[in-house]
DNA sequence: CATTATTGTATCAATTTGCTACAATAAAAC
DNA sequence: GTTTTATTGTAGCAAATTGATACAATAATG
């Protein structure tokens, strides 16, 4: 049951910082293992027979249940002793299993670093057969996470501020139709600072990728907000 | 004399895109194998006793003679079928070596790339053991390389575009001191289109990152620009 | 000492962004 | 119904940034 040395690249896995956004705040997935009090990020190992990246998609989509991910490769961790045996050895013995000392999961890992934004109401979160739970944590309020898992949030934090505006977003954290006020919402708590409401909206609209369609009549004793969508065709020609 | 596998991870590698400015356009630094015809970016295995980024710095210190490196990693290249086991046994037999199937290096790789930004005219090219020459390529006129190497370069040099203005830049690919003149070139270069030279020397200026020094007196017969480097404690506070 | 090419800035126009104001609601309160 | 309340959408002007032009200040040259 542990996975088998001659279907999967050694030294090598992939991790992803999966993000969703409630409304309020910025959430990522995390696993916890059976039995052992370890938090990690979804990751896996790539098989022989497959694109890294395709590796590294299909690991998302088991996780998440979703079909159509977008997938950003943000960095890749080489450090020396970032790979810790003590705890796949924990991993293992939580499932029942004894890990033999030259398993090469033991190994070294070199990991690389994929993040996925999707939307926080469609996922449906699911377990690997490793862990028991799978779990969405605020970012500001993450569970003590193993090996540099800490370190590569982070980076992938950094990642997504950096690609903010450049490649089109928003739209993923987000359901098909949204408010101005959602997508300013979205921007604002992934840079962490409060935007102008108006000049946010003029800014929005004079880049030309949004579809305007009907009000959202929530109930609230005010004027309704235009539901809008991003009109994909023009927003890729940035 | 092929490299044994116990000291290297398996699966993995990086390249690295070296570039340096001459003046007028952006060069890299391109490996010749031996009798084999094979062109390819300087590149090496990680040691299992050494972090990532210094099996990378390691590499290019080797290649360039320079001590003080500033190495970028931009992206990781997984695809199923990156890596050609023709290509490793045409270099060895290129070589004079015969390569077992089964040897380690024909095995499929993940290669993690890095950018440097270099000083042109104080590298000192130094072919590796394996090839016979090193020399630049303008990044217009480039060999044609192995496996995946251009895709590599191409997206090195998409890398340095974002990079340029948010990573403090310029400054490696020139000299200590240097005129607006050579810096703006520096720009256009990277960017690949003109900028205009009054905005330019204002935004520079404006930034607060430059440290005037004297005039530099070419002989032409015209005013002599200043020279300017870069203020480095300033500069990182972005 | 006039000529030539280039550099460094100033100046003003054009564009973009910051800020304030205000009309247009949607529902609740009266 | 009418008034009240909270928000939305956008206009309008100020402030800041960028674009474009002009011009004084040189460093040789003849």
Chains 1, 2 share one sequence.
Do not use: C
């Not at 779990?135 to 090996?147: E, R, V």
């Not at 490649?167 to 359901?175: D, E, S």
Request: no cysteine; charged share 25%.
């Amino acid at each position: 049951m542990l996975p088998s040395e001659n279907k999967y690249l050694t030294n090598v896995s992939f991790d992803t910082v999966i993000f969703g956004f409630t409304g309020e705040e910025l959430k990522i997935l995390i696993l916890e293992y059976q039995n052992s009090g370890l938090f990690a990020l979804p990751g896996g190992y790539i098989r022989r027979d497959e694109n890294l990246l395709d590796a590294a998609k299909k690991g998302v989509m088991k996780r998440t249940g979703l079909k159509k991910i977008q997938l950003e490769q943000f960095h890749t961790f080489g450090k020396l002793n970032r790979s810790d045996p003590e705890s796949s050895k924990t991993i293992a013995k939580g499932l029942g299993y004894e890990m033999p000392n030259d398993h090469w999961v033991l190994d070294r890992f070199v990991t690389i670093g994929y993040y996925a934004l999707i939307d926080y109401n469609q996922v449906r979160p699911t377990p690997n057969k490793f862990s028991d739970s799978i779990n969405w944590y605020s970012i500001n309020n993450l569970p003590p996470l193993m090996m540099d898992h800490e370190e590569i949030v982070q980076k992938a934090l950094e990642a997504i501020r950096n690609d903010l505006g450049t490649k089109l977003f928003g739209t993923n954290l987000l359901p098909e139709k949204f408010t101005m006020k959602e997508l300013r919402k979205v921007y604002e708590t992934i840079l962490n600072k409060k935007l102008r409401r108006t000049t946010f909206q003029r800014k929005m609209l004079s880049m030309d990728i949004l579809t305007r369609h009907e009000k959202l009549y929530t109930g609230a004793a005010n004027k309704a907000p235009y539901l809008y969508s991003f009109n994909k065709k023009k927003a890729n020609k940035t």
